[in-house]
């Protein structure tokens, strides 16, 4: 337990370094982020960057996540995730597993990092997102924080020119999700995930709200914000 804990120390240390080399990372806001959960992380997902920043930059928060299950098939990242506690969730299909490991997370007072797009963006552009989080919200009832980064997409252009990536984050404020009161169909799931959505795209510059750019549109019908809390959309409204 003890090595297990000093290998998990040494490997974030390292990889945080490295991070910390290739970007100029913009840690300002992680203050924001709670010290403990349970608490659902909804976040934008553009390439390889996040995970690492976001995961070694928020410890020792106790903090896990999804990841797509063909990681493992490579053995070091594998090794690597197995060491972060990530969650293997198989895409495009409704892993019922997955999601029952990430309540059991959530019950034991972690942090679960899920990105509604399902996939990586490359070029920052917000996708649409997907239900799962939905599920994840109201089975828990567990508050979902949501928090954005930008900047990370312009990696390898800067890398070939041997300059470093500024990487932004920006942490919102937390809402619950409200159970509906008539029948739980696809069309309201969609409803409810782009109400999430919309709160991220609320965060980010224009350029990067892609499939929520207009904000117009959102709607809260089926969030609730703490007491003396505003909407993220207030920022711009």
Avoid at 125 to 146: D, E, F, W, Y
């Amino acid at each position: 337990m003890q090595s297990t804990k000093f290998a998990e120390l040494a490997v974030n240390g390292m990889i945080k370094g490295i991070t910390r080399i290739i970007c100029r990372v913009d840690d300002s806001q992680w203050s924001k982020v709670p010290l403990r959960g349970p608490l659902i992380l909804a976040t934008n997902h553009v390439n390889f960057l996040e995970v690492p920043i976001v995961y070694t930059h928020l410890q020792p928060r106790p903090i896990t996540g999804f990841a797509k299950a063909e990681t493992w098939d490579n053995r070091l990242m594998g090794m690597l995730f197995n060491l972060w506690n990530a969650i293997p969730i198989q895409r495009g299909e409704a892993d019922l597993n997955a999601l029952r490991q990430g309540l059991l997370a959530l019950e034991s007072g972690k942090m679960l990092a899920v990105a509604p797009e399902g996939t990586r963006s490359g070029d920052g552009k917000l996708g649409q997102g997907h239900p799962g989080i939905v599920l994840m919200a109201l089975k828990s009832g567990s508050p979902i924080l949501p928090l954005v980064c930008y900047g990370g997409e312009r990696f390898w252009d800067n890398f070939k020119l041997l300059k470093r990536t500024d990487f932004h984050l920006t942490v919102g404020r937390p809402f619950y999700l409200v159970p509906p009161g008539g029948p739980f169909t696809r069309d309201l799931r969609q409803m409810m995930v782009d109400e999430i959505m919309y709160q991220l795209a609320a965060l980010l510059p224009t350029d990067y709200r892609g499939f929520y750019d207009n904000l117009a549109l959102a709607s809260e019908r089926y969030l609730s914000f703490p007491k003396g809390s505003r909407s993220n959309l207030s920022r711009i409204r």
